[in-house]
């Protein structure tokens, strides 16, 4: 990540409250996301911005993102095959 001049502070925070939901799901390569306690802990505080952190994550390949817009189910993240 490093190395990614698009990537802002938004985006680091944000995928640093990934890896702790990551770690709480037992380092599952595949985890839902409960959107509200991942902005939560990367202080977003608005929903816009935290979609378009997320969705540049996931088209920038840091992050696989298979949004989910009904309200009772999350989305879903995949790690890099690096990461698992």
């Not at 902005?39 to 993102?65: E, F, R, W």
Request: net charge positive.
């Amino acid at each position: 990540m490093n190395r990614d001049d698009r990537l802002m502070a938004t985006h680091v925070s944000l995928f640093a409250a990934l890896f702790i939901q990551w770690q709480r799901n037992n380092f599952l390569a595949l985890f839902l996301l409960p959107s509200g306690e991942l902005m939560t802990h990367s202080k977003i505080a608005s929903v816009a911005t935290y979609h378009k952190c997320i969705g540049q994550l996931d088209n920038y390949g840091h992050i696989s993102y298979q949004p989910n817009y009904h309200p009772q189910k999350g989305s879903l993240v995949y790690w890099p095959e690096i990461l698992v």
